[in-house]
């Protein structure tokens, strides 16, 4: 019974260096979400998915790319990432509110 | 977008006593509001929600509270235990998908 499971858990790049982070839920969720959290600021929405094939911007897009690939994926692409995008990243799932979240990947950058 | 105020940064309670957080939100259309519960170095966890057709939900120690006329709402922690001690976020929506959270309330339970 994993839920959602987010891949890597750490991860140290440096300045303009690409990556993509995995997210995967078997919950037969149909929306999925990317949240970063930074210290004192709670969670801000990046993008999210409504369904399979739809993804839509949230509060904090830029320098983001996502893609849903079916019903259980949702990744996450840094293109070239800036030392601001160092953050706790966390992927959700659920009917249409964010209801189950991932353990989360520490992305630092350097 | 939608504004969301979280008040006290930090609680500290007496194991026992009641803990009470409070948000205030700005979008009056707003009408879906979940708090979540994360221990250090965890994932949020969704502990009770709330939408605006419901004043009051409750679930076994915590409690949610909705006043739509002056936009705010609260949750309620009875008879707190050391396990309730983490960082809890309140949250509001006015549309499915979109969230916005609050800065979180790191709540303390002393033995």
């Known amino acids: 019974n994993a839920g959602v499971t987010q891949t890597p858990k750490f991860q140290v790049l440096k300045t303009g260096q690409s990556m993509t982070l995995q997210c995967a839920q078997d919950?037969?969720?149909?929306?999925m979400y990317w949240y970063r959290q930074d210290p004192g600021m709670g969670l801000r929405l990046i993008y999210y998915?409504?369904?399979?094939?739809?993804?839509d911007k949230g509060e904090v897009p830029n320098g983001y790319n996502v893609s849903r690939l079916n019903k259980r994926e949702f990744s996450l692409r840094l293109e070239s990432a800036a030392p601001s995008q160092t953050s706790v990243y966390f992927c959700?799932?659920?009917?249409?509110?964010?209801?189950?979240f991932g353990d989360g990947t520490r992305l630092s950058i350097l | 977008g939608e504004n969301v105020e979280q008040h006290p940064s930090t609680l500290s309670v007496q194991e026992g006593d009641s803990a009470v957080i409070k948000c205030t939100y700005s979008?009056?259309?707003?009408?879906?509001f979940p708090w979540y519960k994360q221990e250090l170095g965890k994932r949020p966890q969704l502990i009770i929600d709330?939408?605006?057709?419901?004043g009051e939900k409750k679930d076994q120690r915590i409690a949610v509270t909705l006043n739509k006329t002056a936009k705010h709402f609260s949750l309620h922690i009875t008879e707190t235990q050391p396990e309730d001690s983490a960082v809890y976020f309140c949250?509001?929506?006015?549309?499915?998908?979109?969230?916005?959270f609050g800065a979180g309330t790191t709540v303390t339970v002393r033995a």
């Open positions: 959700a799932s659920g009917r249409d509110q964010p209801q189950h």
């Open positions: 919950m037969n969720h149909n929306s």
């Open positions: 998915s409504a369904s399979e094939g739809t993804t």
């Open positions: 979008d009056s259309a707003s009408n879906y």
């Open positions: 709330i939408r605006s057709n419901v």
């Open positions: 949250a509001a929506s006015r549309v499915d998908y979109k969230l916005s």
